[in-house]
């Protein structure tokens, strides 16, 4: 199942994808909650995420995910139709 919405071509609704093209964001989803669909671009481009969590992560690592979570928390809240709650799922 592909769809396209405004020129861009997704592999389904709510699976993110990247875009190396793109000049300033490094992701975009076809988000859907109900009968609402939304195109969100979010992440910065060339931005050194903490990614996902490692066993041997540093301190550093561990306090920039836990600064960016408690930052954006009312944000990542709002669901699937916000930029941060997709930043929050792929990006730390």
């Known amino acids: 199942m592909s769809i ?3 020129g861009e071509t997704f592999s ?3 699976k993110p994808k990247r ?3 793109h000049p300033t964001k ?5 988000a859907k909650v109900g009968d ?3 195109m969100i671009r979010f992440g910065e ?5 903490a990614g996902k ?3 041997d992560e540093s301190d550093r690592m561990k306090k920039k995910r836990k600064s960016f979570k408690a930052r954006h928390a009312k944000n990542i809240a709002r669901g699937k139709l916000s930029a ?3 930043a929050n799922k792929v990006k730390w």
């Open 4 to 6: 396209t919405y405004r």
């Open 12 to 14: 389904g609704y709510n």
């Open 19 to 21: 875009t190396p093209d």
């Open 26 to 30: 490094s992701h975009v989803v076809l």
């Open 36 to 38: 609402t669909i939304k």
């Open 45 to 49: 481009q060339g931005a050194s995420t």
């Open 53 to 55: 969590p490692k066993s």
């Open 84 to 86: 941060a709650y997709w």
